[in-house]
């Protein structure tokens, strides 16, 4: 189940004196009625959920996973929202119920108490649970879509858009109807995808099945295996996914203006400044949800990803993302507070393309989204994690997975594309780049490229079906 509702609110409530709604307690244990927590189906759109408390323990009281923010109760009778790749906020409500309300519409988090509010500027994303102190609570659907784990109907086999642009056949290549443009407007050159994005030095290129195994890696190789089994497997490709328009040097420059603090229109190196984006280029659905999109322009050696993109009154702007310049010769890591992921991974990074399929081999290493990431630690090539599931085995955001090299992949008699991922991911391996509903694959979004090479290739089973054929039972962690 996928949530998809814009708003979600939290109220915390204080059943003491009025200050004890914010101060907390710095002991190991919960107190009595902190595992008091119900959803509540409000008649609009929100979901509210109310948790009581008496002077909360110190630490997380709400996570929004996907979104990577955290509420803490933190000494001093204050509350920390905590934002993946911003400096946390700390607020001082004073007062005996707080409202907390996370908008994913216009990415805001506002701390409300006895009639005043701090609005605070976050990533927001439709979330499919939030996590609260001392229990999950799996969110309700209100007029919101379902879709699969990870994106994608359960059950549909996705659909070509509607648009220019076709795929070439010769050399593997695949050409980017992002490079055209909208009626009444000039063209720019029909531009193919090189072969390689990031240094052949990178970990995307390089074999994976000759490397060293962590020699503690088997406990997380584990976790992994447990939360595919757990929570599913999907592969992202018409939703959650990313479209790569790749343009010539003739596309013309434009503004993506950065409508939250205005940092991304800035004059730091990792700052977009003007952009080839094609008239017609469209971001990932579902909407609202992460709307990742990409623009490589080979002839700059430039690539620029953004997230929650979006045209307005035909104005496209974007709340966060980096420009990558000589991407060509970098390893896929963006540093903090830059980048549309949650690691600090490149989102074009471990993608599953046309091209690749085309050529009836992927020679890259992946990219996977896992439920269940542990907090605080990030492995190259991640800079940062928005992890929130404190368990000793839990993969670190960055981790490097591999098939064991001694499987016969051949005769698993998997679907085409099960069967290059599986090949990919035993000869160059994976790469936990994000959180997600399950385990799951990027493909490169068929908007980008006018139809969709990957789901004929799943032998007429639904993703989430096809996914569960590649050999679980068979990873590995590789050494960093």
Same mark, same amino acid.
């Given at each position: 189940?996928?949530?998809?509702?814009?708003?979600?609110?939290?109220?915390?409530?204080?059943?003491?004196?009025?200050?004890?709604?914010?101060?907390?307690?710095?002991?190991?244990?919960?107190?009595?009625?902190?595992?008091?927590?119900?959803?509540?189906?409000?008649?609009?759109?929100?979901?509210?959920?109310?948790?009581?408390?008496?002077?909360?323990?110190?630490?997380?009281?709400?996570?929004?996973?996907?979104?990577?923010?955290?509420? =803490?109760?933190? $000494?001093?009778?204050?509350?920390?929202?905590?934002?993946?790749?911003?400096?946390?906020?700390?607020?001082?409500?004073? +007062?005996?119920?707080?409202?907390?309300?996370? !908008?994913?519409?216009?990415?805001?988090?506002?701390?409300?108490?006895?009639?005043?509010?701090?609005?605070?500027?976050?990533?927001?994303?439709?979330?499919?649970?939030?996590?609260?102190?001392?229990?999950?609570?799996?969110?309700?659907?209100?007029?919101?879509?379902?879709?699969?784990?990870?994106?994608?109907?359960?059950?549909?086999?996705?659909?070509?858009?509607? %648009?220019?642009?076709?795929? #070439?056949?010769?050399?593997?290549?695949?050409?980017?109807?992002?490079?055209?443009?909208? $009626?009444?407007?000039?063209?720019?050159?029909?531009?193919?995808?090189?072969?390689?994005?990031?240094?052949?030095?990178?970990?995307?290129?390089?074999?994976?099945?000759?490397?060293?195994?962590?020699?503690?890696?088997?406990?997380? +190789?584990?976790?992994?295996?447990?939360? +595919?089994?757990?929570? %599913?497997?999907?592969?992202?490709?018409?939703?959650? #996914?990313?479209?790569?328009?790749?343009?010539?040097?003739?596309?013309?420059?434009?503004?993506?203006? @950065?409508?939250?603090?205005?940092?991304?229109?800035?004059?730091?190196?990792?700052?977009?400044?003007?952009?080839?984006?094609?008239?017609?280029?469209?971001?990932?659905?579902?909407?609202?949800?992460?709307?990742?999109?990409?623009?490589?322009?080979?002839?700059? @050696?430039?690539?620029?990803?953004?997230?929650?993109?979006?045209?307005?009154?035909?104005?496209?702007?974007?709340?966060?993302?980096?420009?990558?310049?000589?991407?060509?010769?970098?390893?896929?890591?963006?540093?903090?507070?830059?980048?549309?992921?949650? #690691?600090?991974?490149?989102?074009?990074?471990?993608? !599953?393309?046309?091209?690749?399929?085309?050529?009836?081999?992927?020679?890259?290493?992946?990219?996977?989204?896992?439920?269940? !990431?542990?907090?605080?630690?990030?492995? +190259?090539?991640?800079?940062?994690?928005?992890?929130?599931?404190?368990?000793?085995?839990?993969?670190?955001?960055?981790?490097?997975?591999?098939?064991?090299?001694? =499987?016969?992949?051949?005769?698993?008699?998997?679907?085409?594309?099960?069967?290059?991922?599986?090949?990919?991911?035993?000869?160059?391996?994976?790469?936990?780049?994000?959180?997600?509903?399950?385990?799951?694959?990027?493909?490169?979004?068929? !908007?980008?490229?006018? #139809?969709?090479?990957?789901?004929?290739?799943?032998?007429?089973?639904?993703?989430? /079906?096809?996914?569960?054929?590649?050999?679980?039972?068979?990873? /590995?962690?590789?050494?960093?």
């Amino acid at each position: 189940m996928k949530f998809a509702a814009p708003i979600l609110g939290v109220v915390l409530t204080a059943a003491a004196q009025p200050a004890d709604a914010a101060r907390c307690r710095a002991t190991s244990r919960a107190p009595a009625g902190t595992a008091l927590i119900r959803p509540v189906a409000t008649p609009s759109s929100p979901l509210l959920v109310r948790l009581a408390a008496r002077r909360p323990v110190c630490g997380q009281l709400v996570v929004l996973p996907r979104s990577g923010v955290r509420v =803490l109760a933190v $000494p001093g009778a204050a509350l920390r929202v905590i934002r993946a790749g911003r400096r946390a906020v700390t607020v001082r409500p004073g +007062a005996r119920v707080t409202h907390i309300v996370a !908008i994913a519409r216009s990415n805001r988090i506002i701390v409300r108490w006895a009639g005043r509010r701090v609005v605070v500027s976050a990533r927001v994303v439709p979330e499919r649970r939030v996590v609260l102190r001392r229990g999950v609570s799996s969110l309700r659907r209100t007029a919101a879509t379902t879709t699969g784990p990870g994106g994608g109907a359960p059950g549909t086999t996705g659909s070509s858009p509607a %648009g220019g642009g076709a795929s #070439s056949g010769s050399g593997g290549a695949t050409t980017s109807p992002g490079a055209g443009s909208a $009626p009444g407007q000039s063209s720019s050159s029909t531009v193919a995808m090189p072969a390689r994005m990031f240094a052949a030095t990178s970990v995307w290129y390089q074999r994976a099945d000759i490397r060293p195994l962590s020699p503690d890696g088997q406990a997380a +190789a584990a976790d992994l295996r447990d939360q +595919a089994a757990r929570t %599913g497997t999907w592969i992202n490709i018409d939703e959650w #996914s990313v479209p790569i328009y790749v343009v010539g040097p003739d596309t013309p420059l434009v503004t993506v203006h @950065d409508p939250d603090d205005g940092e991304m229109n800035g004059t730091n190196p990792w700052n977009w400044g003007r952009v080839p984006l094609p008239a017609a280029a469209r971001a990932a659905g579902p909407h609202p949800g992460d709307n990742h999109l990409v623009v490589w322009q080979p002839s700059s @050696d430039t690539m620029w990803e953004f997230w929650n993109f979006a045209r307005v009154n035909g104005v496209p702007q974007s709340p966060h993302g980096a420009r990558i310049s000589a991407v060509s010769t970098r390893d896929g890591s963006i540093p903090s507070p830059w980048g549309a992921s949650a #690691s600090g991974i490149a989102i074009a990074a471990g993608l !599953i393309t046309a091209a690749d399929v085309s050529r009836g081999s992927i020679d890259h290493a992946l990219a996977i989204g896992i439920p269940e !990431i542990r907090p605080g630690l990030a492995q +190259a090539p991640a800079t940062r994690t928005d992890g929130y599931v404190d368990r000793a085995t839990a993969p670190v955001m960055g981790m490097h997975f591999r098939l064991d090299p001694r =499987l016969d992949i051949d005769a698993l008699d998997l679907p085409p594309l099960v069967s290059m991922i599986a090949h990919a991911a035993q000869r160059h391996g994976m790469v936990v780049r994000d959180t997600a509903g399950s385990v799951s694959f990027y493909a490169q979004d068929p !908007i980008s490229i006018g #139809s969709d090479p990957f789901t004929p290739l799943l032998a007429g089973m639904e993703r989430g /079906e096809a996914m569960r054929r590649f050999p679980w039972g068979h990873l /590995e962690l590789v050494a960093p």
